[in-house]
Structure formats: structure tokens, C-alpha cells
């Protein structure tokens, strides 16, 4: 079999390798069913065990309570974007933002087609280089709910605790950092994230709704864009991405394997901690582009002196087997996103290339 490199892709991301040799083995038969995970039915008795594991296991891992819904829908984060504030700004019409990079702004963008957006804090004028203290929120008590993203992918910051919003219900795009550490779900009005980058393959969202924030969502709405169809038929109105639930299954079983989020974050940390320690004890040869509180531990990104240096490191690294440390276009510089599956070998592997690539140079 070919050699797998190292993948610092920011998503679609690295899986687990236990995971995909497991669906390997699906591909072709699931045991006891005679096909494909590919070829059955969402309606089947096979599926409903899939979608029942995916669904418990997230409860289990994110302590998730029984007034919460998980859904498996399509579209992505970005169709959340819109369903947010078409289910939940009326009847008010009103809602708190905060901008903490580009996808924060794709979220206002589409709530402005919705009603009235408040930007509670942005970060924007200092390139989104931190996450806005609590004091500097300018949060309106009224708001239908507060929106803000948790891990900021292609500037590489993160919240440490969600802001605190009174009694706003949050709304959280989680999208590059859902499961890499526990949350206090009660806290959340809505919890979503595209699978991509941390829980499984494109094509597929989670979205984990507290149940009573529905009695908002008109029943006039579109029917695929009102949570309560999705609630009512266990996202199973239309058919969903099987092969990604699946997917989501087998991921989160393997996080529950190796200990839960407590364990996934402990490992997480210190391979973050490995990174930044390179780049902070490189005397200026690195820099890190997020001011060290606000630093995220699922996407690194950090510059060279001169586009040029930036440029050959790169080329330099595919060669050596380490792919996707491009930065994200809107940001430049490198990133590697070093998400749940990242193995720690490929940070040691990257610390001791970008060493002796600092070395080359002085
Ligand atoms: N939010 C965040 C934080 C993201 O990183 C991304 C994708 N990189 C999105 C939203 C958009 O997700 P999707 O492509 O699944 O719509």
C-alpha cells in the first residue's frame, strides 16, 4: 500500500487510521447485513443501529442532555449560517454577533438577510489575531441569541470559555474544534460543526439543538430549513449522508476507546504546546500569528520573515512528506491544522523539520 503522508490539511482532515481501515473492511460487506455501508437503505435496520451508536456516543462524550437533538444535516456549517437566524431571530429580529474571523462575517452576512445583526465585538481591525475580552462585549439583553465561533480555523485562535451571555441563548459554530475537549452543553442554545475536521468526511453537519429553542421556528419556514422537520423525523425527513454518519460513528467510538474528550484533550494540548514551543524558541526565525491567550490548539499558524522563506518551506515540507501547511488564501503564511487525529509523531516529525530548517538558513 502507498506511504501516507502527513496531512495539515485544514478540512476536509486527517481521519483516525483505525477508522479507516475499518470502513475499509465495510466497504465491501457489513458484517451481518450482506452489503456495502454504501449500498443500504437509510430506512433499514442496519442504519438505525449506525445513526443510534453515532448519536449516543456523542451524548456520551459531550455529556449532552436529554432537552437537546442531535442532527445529521447537509449543507454544511455554512447552510447553519442561514438556519440560525431564519428559525430562531424572530419574533425579535434581532441578534448579537461576535467576529472573530471569516467565517463569523459569513455568518453576519447571511443573519442580515434575516433581521437586525449587532456586532457585539470584532477583532477584525487587528487582522483577528485574538478573541475579544468579556468586558469589551457589547452585548444587547434583548437579543433573540448571541452567535460567535468557537476555534477561528484560518486565523488559529480560540475561545477559551464561551462568552457569558446572561439569559441569550448561544449559538456556536464549532465547526474546527467540536470534540477536542468537553463543553459544558447547557450553556448552548445550538452547537454546530461540519464534520469535516474533527469527526468524520465532508457532507455532513452535526447540530445539537436544545429543543425547546424550536417553538421560534415558524412554520411558514421552507420545510428542509426548519429544525422541528428534521427533530420530528430523526434526521430521516430526507436521505441523509449515510456513509458520514457512519463515519461520525466510527470516530466517535474511537474517541471514546482511547478515553474520552478529557484524554483527546490532553493530547491535544500537548501537541499544540510542542508546536508554539518551536515557534516561540525559534528567536524570531517563526512567529506565531495569534497572541499567545488567544491561541488555538487545533490550527497553528505562524509566519516566515519574507513570502519567499514561507514559499520554500512549503515546497520543502511536501517534499519531506508534510502536506497542507499552506495558510488558508485570506490569511497567507503557514498553518497546520493539527486536529483529534493528527498523530503526535507528525508534530515531532514537523518540530524536527522546521529545526533544521531554521538551521539551513542562519
Ligand atoms: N465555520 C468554520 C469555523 C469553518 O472552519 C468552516 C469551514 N472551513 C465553515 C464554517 C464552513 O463550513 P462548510 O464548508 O462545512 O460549510
Redesign the pocket.
Known amino acids: 500500500m502507498e506511504k501516507r503522508v502527513y496531512n495539515f490539511s ?2 476536509p482532515a486527517i481521519l483516525p487510521e483505525e477508522v479507516l481501515k475499518e470502513a475499509q473492511k465495510d466497504l465491501f460487506t457489513l458484517p451481518g447485513v450482506g452489503m456495502s455501508i454504501l449500498e443500504i437503505s437509510h430506512r433499514s435496520k442496519a442504519f438505525d443501529k449506525i445513526i443510534l451508536e453515532a448519536k449516543e456516543n456523542l451524548k456520551s462524550l459531550l455529556d449532552i442532555p436529554d432537552n437537546y437533538e442531535i442532527l445529521f444535516l447537509q ?5 447553519q449560517f442561514s438556519m440560525v437566524p431564519m428559525n430562531f431571530m424572530p419574533p425579535k429580529n434581532k441578534a448579537d454577533y461576535i467576529v472573530t ?1 471569516s ?1 463569523s462575517k ?1 455568518a453576519v452576512k447571511e443573519a442580515k438577510r434575516t433581521g437586525t445583526v449587532n456586532i457585539a465585538a470584532t477583532t477584525e481591525q487587528e487582522n483577528f489575531k485574538r478573541i475579544p475580552k468579556q468586558e469589551e462585549l457589547k452585548l444587547d439583553g434583548e437579543a433573540s441569541y448571541v452567535h460567535f ?1 468557537s ?4 486565523y488559529g485562535t480560540e475561545w477559551k470559555n464561551e462568552p457569558e451571555t446572561g439569559e441569550v441563548p448561544i449559538i456556536c ?1 464549532a ?2 474544534d467540536i470534540l477536542c475537549k468537553k463543553l459544558d452543553v447547557n450553556k448552548y442554545g445550538i452547537i454546530y460543526a ?1 464534520a ?2 474533527n469527526m468524520g468526511p ?1 457532507g455532513v ?1 452535526v447540530v445539537i439543538i436544545k429543543k425547546d429553542l424550536t417553538e421560534r421556528s415558524l412554520d411558514s419556514l421552507p420545510t428542509m430549513l426548519n429544525y422541528k422537520t428534521h427533530i420530528e423525523n430523526n434526521s430521516l425527513y430526507n436521505t441523509p449522508n449515510t456513509f458520514g454518519v457512519y463515519i461520525i460513528m466510527l470516530v466517535t467510538r474511537w474517541i471514546k476507546n482511547i478515553g474520552g474528550l478529557d484524554a483527546m484533550y490532553k493530547l491535544n494540548k500537548e501537541k499544540a504546546d510542542m508546536l508554539y514551543s518551536c515557534i516561540d524558541e525559534s528567536n524570531g526565525f517563526y512567529k506565531g500569528h495569534a497572541e499567545k491567550e488567544s491561541r488555538s490548539i487545533m490550527n497553528i499558524t505562524f509566519n516566515l520573515q519574507t513570502e519567499e522563506m514561507e514559499k520554500q518551506l512549503i515546497s520543502e515540507a511536501g517534499a519531506a512528506g508534510f502536506d497542507g501547511l499552506k495558510g488558508h488564501r485570506s490569511a497567507g503564511g503557514l498553518r497546520a491544522s493539527i486536529y483529534n487525529a493528527f498523530p503526535k509523531k507528525g508534530i515531532e516529525d514537523l518540530v524536527d523539520f522546521m529545526n533544521k530548517f531554521q538551521n539551513k538558513q542562519s
Open positions: 485544514a478540512g449543507g454544511g456549517a455554512s447552510l474571523g467565517w459569513k465561533t476555534n477561528n480555523t484560518i459554530d465547526s474546527s461540519g469535516q475536521k465532508s453537519t
